[in-house]
């Protein structure tokens, strides 16, 4: 139980945003590629083609996490009842008609 504590402590940590949500961090390129393409034809200006996307997912990361879940293997076993209605019933026979 301890285990899974653990790693469900360490999920939340790397999705939680230490300093708050902030929508200036997260810029969308569309716009800035529209705007250099609109300068580039009407000012025949030099079309750079370097852009950095941060509302793509990063895969890595998301790896490490899913590796940080599986790590933990529940071992628990269901166990018969002992006691109570379930522990008293009996597969009746089936008959072949």
Do not use: C, H, W
Not at 25 to 46: G, S
Not at 49 to 61: I, M, Q, R
């Amino acid at each position: 139980m301890s285990e899974l504590k653990s790693v469900k402590d360490k999920v939340i940590n790397t999705f939680t945003i230490k300093s708050g949500f902030l929508p200036d961090k997260f810029k969308n390129p569309a716009p800035k590629r529209f705007y250099d393409m609109l300068q580039y034809i009407a000012l025949d200006k030099e079309l750079l083609e370097t852009y950095t996307d941060t509302t793509v997912l990063k895969v890595n990361a998301i790896r490490k996490i899913k590796d940080l879940v599986y790590e933990v293997k529940p071992t628990g076993t269901s166990r018969k009842a002992t006691t109570g209605p379930a522990a008293r019933s009996k597969a009746k026979p089936v008959s072949e008609d």
